[in-house]
């Protein structure tokens, strides 16, 4: 009988330790042991096979990043607040597929650039961040661009795979994607989506964080401080190769006023810009030509791209005949007197289409006018862009094709043998020196 007792008090203790055992603790968001264990959304099969993207998880991102700063619940139904559920169902919609099938690709003349593009300047949206009722809101509803027609806002119309199958489809093979992260709670959710989406198109993007600090108020900045940005870095520390675009100048309409990139903002930024070894990309503003000047005398070891229309054609080759550290993105294709370019014009594809095509060979005289001379003479120093982005028509298919086309117009009038060096050599160069932590 004691016998018999005994086995059943040794069957219990083991009963007892195995349950224990099995009990998992719970994960947080942002911790690498939580994205190996979450499902990652596989791409279209078109482009992951055009792309050649891989599914695993880079190596880098296999690592423990140490403690992040930046965490969310676990994503367990049970146990999401109402507002957690929010922003989980938009992340979940900027990352929702979409069929990508192959289509004929556009045949251009002999004297087009027929090489590969590298485009230097897409704004990616952002998720909305406004109240959970005006997520239902229909879609012809949104907000006002700044340059014409519904604002871009990922998760509710456009999202992440749209954007991929546009690109692919014009013909880009690679692009700077500046992926924002705005100050406060929504930074967590948008920086999710970042790595998720660079796990999914890791050859697509070259992703740059764009950090602003809420620079449609008065009392905002162009970016985050050190402190906010350095708390971005480390929720996902191997994610970034480069930090932009970031603009320099006044905002209009009553919102942050100009940011000098020598300013004490900035320069406690870059101590972090080498840390991580990030690209820098500014849009400068007034009268910033001596500043920044400055900024690229004191960090040799930086790589800096700035564009805009604040400096002259001459200002700019001055600046790049003294400074090897720095790049000129040219995106901007606007004419002899530098008018607004074809891009900003009306609310809708049909209108910038038609635009364009009328105006076709004026614009491509008018840039190689303008462009030619700056680019023979420094094509180790320049790049090709679009600055894409805002309205949800600039993410359009016959709209890429169309910045495609001008693109590939304009480098087959420069010298053969510059043209590759602008069209994708000097971007890549770049991206092969950035993204290793010092």
């Keep these: 009988m004691r016998l018999i007792h005994l086995i059943g008090l040794l069957i219990l203790i083991a009963t007892l330790l195995l349950t224990g055992c099995a009990q998992e603790k719970p994960l947080e968001y942002g911790s690498i042991a939580e994205e190996k264990s979450e499902e990652i959304q596989q791409p279209s099969s078109e482009l992951q096979d055009d792309q050649n993207t891989s599914l695993?998880?880079?190596?880098?991102?296999?690592?423990?990043?140490?403690?992040?700063?930046?965490?969310?619940?676990?994503?367990?139904?049970e146990i999401l607040s109402p507002e957690e559920k929010v922003?989980?169902?938009?992340?979940?919609?900027?990352?929702?597929?979409?069929p990508c099938p192959d289509r004929a690709k556009p045949q251009f003349p002999d004297s087009y650039y027929q090489g590969p593009l590298l485009d230097t300047h897409l704004h990616i949206p952002s998720i909305p961040d406004w109240s959970s009722e005006e997520d239902s809101l229909p879609t012809d509803q949104s907000p006002e661009g700044r340059f014409g027609g519904p604002q871009a806002l990922l998760g509710w119309n456009v999202k992440m795979s749209e954007i991929a199958c546009t690109l692919k489809r014009e013909g880009t093979h690679k692009n700077f994607a500046f992926f924002p992260a705005y100050?406060?709670?929504?930074?967590?959710?948008?920086?999710?989506?970042?790595?998720?989406?660079?796990?999914?198109?890791?050859?697509?993007?070259?992703?740059?964080?764009?950090?602003?600090?809420?620079?449609?108020?008065?009392?905002?900045f162009p970016t985050v401080d050190a402190a906010a940005l350095r708390e971005m870095l480390a929720a996902y520390p191997t994610l970034f190769k480069g930090y932009g675009e970031i603009g320099l100048y006044a905002r209009e309409n009553g919102g942050s006023p100009e940011l000098p990139p020598d300013g004490p903002r900035l320069q406690e930024i870059y101590p972090l810009?080498?840390?991580?070894?990030?690209?820098?990309?500014?849009?400068?503003?007034?009268?910033?030509?001596?500043?920044?000047?400055?900024?690229?005398?004191?960090?040799?070891?930086?790589?800096?791209?700035?564009?805009?229309d604040q400096l002259t054609v001459d200002e700019v080759k001055n600046i790049l005949s003294k400074y090897p550290n720095v790049y000129y993105g040219i995106d901007e294709f606007f004419g002899g007197e530098r008018e607004i370019f074809e891009l900003y014009v009306g609310k809708s594809k049909e209108k910038y289409l038609e635009t364009v095509n009328k105006k076709f060979?004026?614009?491509?005289?008018?840039?190689?006018?303008?462009?030619?001379?700056?680019?023979?003479?420094?094509?180790?120093?320049?790049?090709?862009?679009?600055?894409?982005?805002?309205?949800?028509?600039?993410?359009?298919?016959?709209?890429?094709?169309?910045?495609v086309k001008i693109a590939r117009?304009?480098?087959?009038?420069?010298?053969?043998?510059?043209?590759?060096?602008?069209?994708?050599?000097?971007?890549?160069?770049?991206i092969e020196a950035s993204g290793e932590d010092e």
């Design 273 to 308: 810009i080498k840390q991580y070894n990030l690209v820098v990309y500014f849009h400068l503003g007034e009268g910033h030509k001596d500043n920044f000047e400055k900024v690229l005398s004191q960090n040799p070891d930086i790589n800096f791209v700035w564009h805009g």
């Design 56 to 77: 695993e998880l880079p190596e880098s991102q296999n690592k423990s990043n140490g403690s992040s700063v930046l965490t969310m619940p676990e994503a367990s139904s």
């Design 87 to 98: 922003w989980r169902n938009r992340i979940d919609a900027a990352l929702a597929p979409t």
């Design 409 to 430: 117009a304009f480098i087959g009038k420069l010298d053969p043998a510059v043209q590759e060096k602008f069209a994708y050599r000097n971007a890549e160069r770049l």
């Design 183 to 220: 100050e406060g709670e929504i930074s967590v959710y948008q920086l999710e989506i970042w790595n998720k989406t660079m796990n999914q198109y890791s050859v697509l993007f070259t992703p740059f964080i764009m950090s602003s600090g809420n620079d449609n108020e008065p009392t905002g």
């Design 361 to 403: 060979d004026k614009v491509i005289q008018q840039a190689v006018s303008y462009w030619k001379s700056l680019i023979e003479e420094y094509p180790d120093q320049v790049i090709w862009g679009t600055d894409r982005g805002d309205a949800v028509w600039n993410y359009d298919e016959d709209v890429g094709e169309m910045q």
